[in-house]
């Protein structure tokens, strides 16, 4: 059994379909045609360089085949232990990464101490609840600010980070 199927102008049908429709579409006619000063054409064509046409390639010449290249993630090799007491009680303080010149790729949670909470990179980001073991990988980590009541107990933050990645600032 054919096939059934529309016809727009200008196609040529296939014999194994058979045209249920033709689709027949308007010209386009804009309502208004400006008035060109062929003068100002003249000129502007005189200005404007022919195009050349396009060299053919060179004989001879062989297009190199690219062998795959096999590439390996650099891990990270260093990471800290930072520590501090949750007894005094603090709002938005930075962790202090930035003045250890480390920009990690990851954190954990290792102790919460008496419970704090903790923000990335800037202090008017989401503040989030720390929880032994939870991790951050998403993030280029530059700051932690840390938001904590007075309470008794020591937390530590683990910060993993590679020294030897480049990191370009806009």
Do not use: H
Not at 1 to 30: D, H
Not at 90 to 107: E, F, K, N
């Amino acid at each position: 059994m054919p096939k059934r199927r529309l016809q727009y102008p200008g196609e040529i049908c296939r014999p194994e379909e058979r045209i249920i429709a033709r689709i027949e579409i308007p010209l386009f006619t804009p309502a208004y045609v400006p008035a060109v000063d062929y003068k100002a054409v003249q000129e502007l064509e005189k200005l404007i360089r022919p195009m050349e046409p396009a060299q053919p390639p060179r004989a001879g010449l062989v297009a190199a085949e690219l062998t795959p290249i096999l590439v390996q993630e650099i891990k990270n090799s260093q990471y800290k232990n930072i520590s501090f007491s949750t007894a005094t009680a603090r709002t938005d303080a930075a962790l202090g990464l930035r003045d250890m010149g480390i920009v990690a790729d990851s954190i954990t949670i290792l102790a919460i101490g008496g419970g704090f909470t903790y923000k990335l990179n800037k202090p008017s980001n989401d503040s989030t609840t720390a929880v032994v073991g939870l991790s951050e990988t998403e993030f280029e980590i530059e700051e932690i600010y840390i938001t904590n009541a007075a309470a008794a107990g020591t937390a530590t933050i683990r910060v993993n980070w590679n020294p030897f990645l480049i990191r370009l600032k806009p």
